[in-house]
């Protein structure tokens, strides 16, 4: 591939110096030099030796933020354009990454890391807003944004054996969500390109909101939220969704650190137990359980109102089980009763 491009450069500086302006070779490829390099694409190697005037990096995943791109690219005098890809991600409900606002926020993100363009793949609609928006800082300045955590979750493993190795961003998305226990905290990075202090000193009155979703059975009184340090007020429901209210300046032009607390749930007065998985010997273990079973000496029925499990054989390694899985937390009680006749 390098002998390639060298062919290529060749090419292009000889049709140019003819016509008396210069072919520019613009290259689209992931935004890691080791990642690329792995796959026979030594990136850096054809921007030191001036193979390429233009660098656009990314498409189906992101493994790095925009600024190693453009610290690549400007080591060597090429120009940087990230590239804006459609998101892809599924699951979505109230907010999403392919929407207008979504693009303007991703604009901006690539703008404050140094850009030098935008590039966008998979764009279709010629007399999309977009296209007067999203080319410089200006232009985006006082339209609505959406800022999300991850907005491409496609696996680098799909193109490289172990290229998830490279990938230096979170991944939170409707498909890979962050899992919390009763008590645990964690932290995620979400970055803003949005300058709130240049646009009030435009005139304008920002507000800012930070949305959550949530998954599965939670009381939202026990999430709490803060943004840089600064806790949040209690949330505002809306669907499966929590808005918080986010004073414009508690946000930061960059890298935002995120808050997320799950409180414990409330001790309750002893009550009978609602087993969650109940199997009595009656009748054999039904489709919901898994059997695991070897050899063909094993007795399995049901006798005397009981499962009735016996190997009758000689010969090692006969057995049968059945299984239901559970999902158990670290913290909290679990509650298992079994009773079995030997």
Known sequence: MTGFMRRVRAMTEEVGLKRGRPILIAIRVPDSAEFSRDLGLDVERWLAE???DILITTCYF???????????????GAAVYPCLSDS?????SRFKRGSVESYRGRAANAWLAGADGIHTFNL???KSP???QI???AALRGLDKLFFVTVRDGSPESWLAGGSRYSALPILTPNRPLALEAGSTAEVELVVGEDVKAAQ?????PVATAHVRLQGTCDPARLALALNGQTLPAPKPVQDWLDFAVAPEALVTGSNRVTIHLAPAAPQALAPVAWSVTYEGKALPDKTW???SFGGNTVVEVRDGALLIADRGTANGEYCYFRSNLGLGRKGESVIEVRVKV
């Open 290 to 292: 898994l059997r695991d």
């Open 50 to 52: 001036g193979l390429a």
């Open 135 to 137: 080319g410089s800082v």
């Open 201 to 205: 000193a435009a005139g304008l009155a």
């Open 124 to 126: 279709f609609h010629p």
């Open 130 to 132: 977009l296209w007067q």
């Open 62 to 76: 992101r493994l790095n933020p925009w600024e190693v791109s453009v610290e690549l690219g400007h080591k060597y």
């Open 88 to 92: 892809r991600v599924t699951g979505e």
